[in-house]
């Protein structure tokens, strides 16, 4: 399932949540991280590093789901 924000009129795809505390100020090293999720952006939220896409298009995708009987 794909998770999404939407912030400032722009819906983001959230790759991967790392905790300011893990950083502890290394930017470069959240960089790292970034690149290599291949993500654009990075979020802060609350005491959240948010690592994201951005979102340039949408295709909403009806599915079926089936239901299970017990």
Do not use: P
């Not at 990075?42 to 979102?55: G, I």
Request: charged content about 35%; aromatic content about 8%; glycine content about 2%.
């Amino acid at each position: 399932m794909v998770k999404l924000i939407h912030m400032n009129d722009t819906y983001y795809q959230l790759v991967r949540t790392i905790r300011v505390s893990q950083v502890n100020g290394n930017m470069e090293g959240l960089k790292a991280w970034r690149d290599r999720l291949f993500c654009d952006h990075v979020l802060k939220y609350q005491e959240n590093y948010l690592v994201v896409r951005k979102v340039e298009e949408v295709e909403i995708i009806e599915e079926e789901v089936e239901l299970l009987e017990k």
